[in-house]
């Protein structure tokens, strides 16, 4: 590494942590990030002389390497100029690529194998005149530099991480209460559906016969509104019910094994599941959902909306983007920004337009307060709820936002104030609204009917006069279908 470099990183009391080496680099990715980025290319953009850490971005490392060189570029791009956008450029970048070794490889293979993929991030940033100051491999518990020419600090077999919670940056992010989660696939892994195993047959089946039930009733005016209000029961049912057992302490052993995630499995039958996964997929319904973030409700809804998303088997895998969007949600509400990203990646990898994820990440990469969401939700009560159960706020519908610092698949970057754009078109319809947010929303509302009429006439026209589906809508203009067995989906809202 360059020795003219020190690099400064400040933790959540304002104390400054100054890395030296490409050891104390490595070490302190985690910290940054919040969990170990497996299986990714993470850029840090540096400013100052003494490179202190500014944006930073995270993107899977692509299978075919036919796409590293537009890859590369669209990550410098996307790194640099929202830097800009938000404040200075960057002086400078940090590169880390993390991958484990495949079957009959080694760490130093890896290294040889992402070489040229190192070579191409650098090549990219220095096309827009900001130099790479240091690019990492991390890989089988050791790291190597594509920078550094001396094999005293950076020896060609590479040189061991060190130990968990030894280095100053562990120490220090220890006292600011800096936790760093497992690595990015065992996190995504607690939300990912089941695949195999008895257990999934029998919620397919599940999905399957609620989902033939569910159609008269979309079909029905009266119909769509009670099922929007019996989903909305049942889940308040069983949110009670996983409040009312309490959540196995997480350690890394159990997170590993996923023995929490089991319990809450336990508490939720076949049917009941199926049945509230198709019901959010309403818009509104999901909306009101979306209230239960805070106070006592907060924790076991994010394990209701988790337990959800595991359910979404077989050809339902799509419908996983409202239960991830609302675990996501609950996620960034409660201050875990981390694990709120991964949770809406895998909602947009699910349905890459389900509006509501894109806006939510956006949101959440920008470093924006969910207080502004979360006053909303409060404040809109249109919709009054069967029984004696408690309002529910809903949210209007905002226009997309793109990509963000966790880039989720086909996602692009979009800066602070195409995020502040979406944002003011989720505000609530009150009286004190500014005609120029009307005027958004009702642009926003008029663009995605357009699309809407399109994409329906482009459908009818490929399927020709002798196709045929069942399909109705749902309250608040939703359009619902409800697929077979055989993987048919049909059309659902993706707000």
């Not at 090549?123 to 094999?151: H, K, M, N, Q």
């Not at 005016?221 to 997480?250: H, I, N, Y």
């Not at 994820?357 to 909303?376: K, V």
């Not at 958004?440 to 509302?445: E, K, N, Q, T, V």
Request: charged fraction near 25%; aromatic fraction near 4%.
């Amino acid at each position: 590494m360059n020795k003219h470099h020190d690099f400064a990183a400040r933790s959540a009391g304002d104390q400054q942590v100054t890395l030296r080496s490409p050891a104390e680099l490595a070490d302190a990715l985690p910290y940054m990030m919040g969990f170990h980025p497996s299986d990714s290319i993470v850029l840090v953009a540096l400013h100052g002389g003494r490179g202190r850490f500014g944006g930073r971005l995270r993107l899977g490392i692509p299978r075919s390497p036919r796409e590293w060189e537009p890859v590369a570029r669209q990550l410098a791009e996307c790194l640099i100029h929202g830097s800009e956008r938000r404040g200075p450029r960057p002086d400078g970048i940090v590169v880390f690529l993390c991958q484990e070794p495949a079957d009959g490889e080694g760490g130093l293979d890896v290294m040889d194998r992402l070489r040229p993929l190192a070579q191409r991030l650098r090549t990219a940033c220095g096309a827009l005149e900001v130099p790479v100051y240091e690019a990492l491999c991390i890989s089988e518990g050791r790291f190597w530099s594509y920078c550094c020419p001396d094999a005293r600090c950076c020896p060609p077999g590479g040189t061991p991480l060190a130990l968990p919670g030894t280095s100053v940056m562990a120490a220090a992010a220890a006292y600011a209460g800096i936790q760093v989660r497992g690595s990015l696939s065992e996190m995504e892994a607690r939300l990912m559906p089941w695949t195999t195993g008895e257990a999934m047959e029998h919620q397919q089946r599940a999905l399957d016969q609620a989902g033939t039930a569910l159609v008269p009733r979309i079909l029905d005016e009266e119909g769509r509104q009670q099922l929007a209000a019996d989903t909305l029961e049942l889940a308040r049912a069983l949110l009670d019910r996983l409040a009312q057992t309490p959540q196995t302490p997480q350690s890394p052993r159990t997170a590993a094994s996923g023995e929490a995630d089991q319990v809450d499995d336990r508490l939720i039958s076949h049917q009941e599941a199926a049945e509230l996964i198709l019901g959010l997929q309403d818009r509104r319904t999901r909306d009101r959902a979306a209230q239960w973030m805070e106070g006592p409700d907060a924790v076991p809804a994010l394990r209701l909306w988790r337990a959800l998303s595991r359910r979404c088997v077989g050809s339902y895998d799509s419908h996983a983007a409202a239960p991830l969007t609302l675990a996501g949600w609950v996620s960034w509400s409660l201050g875990d920004e981390p694990a709120a990203r991964v949770a809406l990646g895998l909602a947009l990898r699910a349905d890459p337009e389900y509006v509501f994820a894109r806006l939510l990440h956006q949101a959440c990469n920008e470093g924006l307060d969910p207080e502004t969401l979360r006053h909303c939700l409060r404040q809109e009560q249109d919709w009054p709820t069967p029984g004696d159960q408690p309002k529910v706020a809903v949210s209007p519908a905002g226009s997309p936002a793109a990509g963000d610092q966790d880039i989720p698949d086909r996602q692009a970057s979009a800066d602070r104030s195409a995020a502040a754009t979406a944002a003011e078109v989720q505000r609530p319809r009150h009286r004190r609204r500014s005609a120029r947010v009307r005027s958004a929303a009702r642009a926003a509302r008029a663009a995605r009917a357009a699309r809407a009429a399109r994409a329906a006439r482009a459908a009818r026209a490929a399927r020709g006069p002798a196709a045929g589906s069942r399909s109705g809508t749902i309250a608040g203009g939703t359009q619902a279908h409800v697929g077979r067995r055989s993987g048919q989906r049909g059309n659902r809202s993706r707000r």
